[in-house]
């Protein structure tokens, strides 16, 4: 007697039932992971921008720059990020280097004023960091004015 080895078409049928119950149990781990990595990107350029301003800051004080100067009175120092432009994607280019922010409609963050003007060295201002890809996504830092 000639007998043909193989699965039948039951144990087909239950081991792809059984994949279908493992991938909709596993699916829901990985549906928003990108929901949460462009929180993380987001969280990271507020960081690497708050801590480049506060280097920038601590540089212009260094340079001469005297707190409570009128911005129009004050002279430019080299090597210094002007910051008087506010919350501005040029302003934030400048002091990160690496990113793409929203200049001439392109960019994946937008960096814009939240709260505060500036009028005098010294004067901060909120900014409020605007992940392009998820306009949800977003997050905050301060701003202190050098020229």
């Known amino acids: 007697?000639?007998?043909?080895?193989?699965?039948?078409?039951?144990?087909?049928?239950?081991v792809i039932v059984i994949l279908g119950i493992l991938a909709?149990?596993?699916?829901?781990k990985f549906i928003d992971t990108t929901g949460e990595a462009r929180t993380?990107?987001?969280a990271g350029i507020v960081g690497g921008l708050g801590s480049s301003n506060a280097v920038n800051f601590?540089?212009?004080?260094?340079k001469g720059q005297v707190v409570?100067?009128?911005?129009?009175?004050?002279?430019a120092t080299t090597g210094i990020t002007?910051?008087?432009?506010?919350c501005s994607n040029a302003v934030a280019g400048n002091l990160v280097d690496g990113v793409s922010f929203n200049t001439a409609g392109g960019g994946t963050y937008d960096v814009t004023t939240s709260s505060g003007?500036?009028?005098v060295i010294g004067d901060t201002v909120t900014c409020l960091v605007t992940s392009n890809d998820d306009g949800t996504k977003t997050g905050t830092f301060v701003l202190t004015a050098t020229k």
């Open 82 to 86: 002007d910051t008087t432009g506010g």
């Open 58 to 62: 601590a540089g212009s004080l260094a």
């Open 1 to 14: 007697m000639n007998r043909e080895s193989g699965f039948t078409l039951i144990e087909l049928v239950m």
């Open 24 to 28: 909709a149990t596993a699916l829901p």
């Open 117 to 119: 003007s500036i009028t």
């Open 40 to 42: 993380a990107a987001v």
């Open 68 to 75: 409570g100067v009128t911005i129009g009175s004050a002279t």
